[in-house]
T-cell receptor
Framework: DAGVIQSPRHEVTEMGQEVTLRCKPISGHNSLFWYRQTMMRGLELLIYFNNNVPIDDSGMPEDRFSAKMPNASFSTLKIQPSEPRDSAVYFC?????????????FGPGTRLTVL | SQQGEEDPQALSIQEGENATMNCSYKTSINNLQWYRQNSGRGLVHLNLIRSNEREKHSGRLRVTLDTSKKSSSLLITASRAADTASYFCATVGIQGAQKLVFGQGTRLTINP
């Protein structure tokens, strides 16, 4: 199994631009998570899908952030417009079931730099 | 809050020694999980211990859970240079969406 796949691995953009991060979960997993990791705030859960339906988006910082999961094998996290404080590593993870009951498998992350 | 807090924040030991990392939390949990993160990589699951369990072993790893003290420990025996990484505990509460809430992590360095 290829594991969780994220693209791009690195993204450098200018303030105000739209950024789209992509994730392909492990086949057969029905839960998908987007996290953000920074030195200051650590690892934060942004949003969590189960069976393609958003279950908890309380971690999404602002309306500038949106996430979709159109099918079981693909999800996007979009930031529009981007700001320098959005610079972080964004991780996608997937699991077999509900968040707490199973281990989560993390992708390699997307390092986002907003200038 | 539910968030786990690791202690110490950083730990440096010699190869072959044992490494112990601790995690404390504030609210009742369903389970507690430990993850490892190598520099520049994603997190890797190490262990899941449920609230009704007290100890689990996996190879050189030993995880304990004391719900009365709201604390957990991760012990790595006979450490190796490859164990150098950050280690995170993550708690799952008994209410709400049951999402993982990560602590700030312990940075472990194994010196050859």
């Amino acid at each position: 199994d290829a594991g969780v796949i994220q693209s791009p691995r690195h993204e450098v953009t200018e303030m105000g631009q739209e950024v789209t991060l992509r994730c392909k979960p492990i086949s057969g997993h029905n839960s998908l998570f987007w996290y953000r990791q920074t030195m200051m705030r650590g690892l934060e859960l942004l949003i969590y899908f189960n069976n393609n339906v958003p279950i908890d988006d309380s971690g999404m910082p602002e309306d500038r952030f949106s996430a979709k999961m159109p099918n079981a094998s693909f999800s996007t996290l979009k930031i529009q417009p981007s700001e320098p404080r959005d610079s972080a590593v964004y991780f996608c993870a997937s699991s077999l079931g509900l968040a707490g009951a199973y281990e989560q498998f993390f992708g390699p992350g997307t390092r986002l730099t907003v200038l | 809050s539910q968030q786990g807090e690791e202690d110490p924040q950083a730990l440096s030991i010699q190869e072959g020694e044992n490494a112990t990392m601790n995690c404390s939390y504030k609210t009742s949990i369903n389970n507690l999980q430990w993850y490892r993160q190598n520099s520049g990589r994603g997190l890797v699951h190490l262990n899941l211990i449920r609230s009704n369990e007290r100890e689990k072993h996996s190879g050189r790893l030993r995880v304990t859970l004391d719900t009365s003290k709201k604390s957990s420990s991760l012990l790595i025996t006979a450490s190796r240079a490859a164990d150098t990484a950050s280690y995170f505990c993550a708690t799952v509460g008994i209410q709400g969406a049951q999402k993982l809430v990560f602590g700030q992590g312990t940075r472990l360095t194994i010196n050859p």
